[in-house]
């Protein structure tokens, strides 16, 4: 999830696609109180640019075990990245389709200098264009020296069937086990309301792949959404339906990101 605000102390960067509201840690924490989630991961978002202070200055004010997921540029010195290793980062974050993100073209030599600190290269997919992103970067992906991550499942488009090039190319990443996917944003690729049903094949070929690698993500406060804006309290009610066996649920909700995370 993420975090925003007061905005006269941490000013969203000019290149941002959107504006958003306030979503301050307090407000977070009453609603993992609410969910009952113990541990956290705060990650980047694209407004803020490459400015990870209020991510960072977040974790105490939420008060309960967290890492975090930043926007870093190539040149970063050595120093800094065991700074923010020891502040509980624990990857880099990269966008395609976003204004003034991180230019794609760094990804490969950055992976290279953070993957002695055990970090991963987390991906989000944005695309309007009918192309599929996932499948054109598949290769290098690969080759990159650390794990992968990918936000909201690749961003798949439910009405094209499981076949559609990104989602084939995500099935064949996850079952490198060296990729892992969020089972997130499904109100953001669904016609349909809460659980989102036409995701649930999709889910149950991920699951078929590679249940080890799969991970649950909120996207609270759900920025940039101009659709029926969702209770969080769904997207976790959603896992009922998406992942019916209980001991799977466990796995995604606690001991793989256990893993993936370090906690």
Not at 17 to 45: N, S
Not at 136 to 152: A, G, K, N, W, Y
Not at 167 to 174: C, I, T
Request: negative net charge; contains cysteine.
């Amino acid at each position: 999830m993420h975090v925003y605000g007061p905005a006269d102390r941490y000013p969203v960067a000019a290149t941002r696609a959107f504006d958003v509201p306030d979503a301050l840690p307090a407000q977070l924490r009453a609603l993992h109180d609410t969910l009952g989630v113990e541990r956290l991961v705060l990650v980047q978002p694209s407004g803020y640019g490459t400015d990870n202070r209020r991510h960072l200055e977040a974790v105490a004010e939420l008060g309960r075990p967290a890492r975090v997921i930043v926007a870093l540029r190539s040149d970063v010195q050595e120093t800094e990245l065991d700074r923010l290793h020891e502040a509980g980062v624990r990857g880099v974050r990269y966008n395609i389709g976003h204004a003034g993100a991180v230019p794609l073209a760094e990804m490969p030599s950055l992976a290279a200098r953070v993957a002695r600190l055990g970090w991963h290269v987390q991906l989000h997919v944005m695309d309007d264009q009918g192309r599929a992103p996932l499948a054109e970067m598949e290769s290098t992906l690969r080759e990159l020296p650390t794990d992968v991550v990918i936000d909201h499942m690749g961003s798949l488009r439910p009405g094209d069937g499981v076949g559609q090039p990104g989602f084939q190319a995500l099935l064949r990443l996850v079952n490198t086990g060296r990729c892992w996917v969020k089972l997130s944003c499904g109100y953001r690729m669904s016609a349909l309301p809460p659980p989102y049903e036409d995701m649930v094949p999709y889910v149950q070929a991920l699951l078929a792949a590679r249940p080890d690698r799969l991970v649950w993500a909120s996207d609270w406060p759900h920025v940039s959404f101009k659709g029926e804006m969702p209770n969080t309290t769904d997207l976790l009610d959603q896992m009922l339906t998406w992942v019916p066996d209980e001991a799977q649920r466990r796995q995604i909700l606690v001991r793989n990101p256990e893993q993936l995370y370090g906690f």
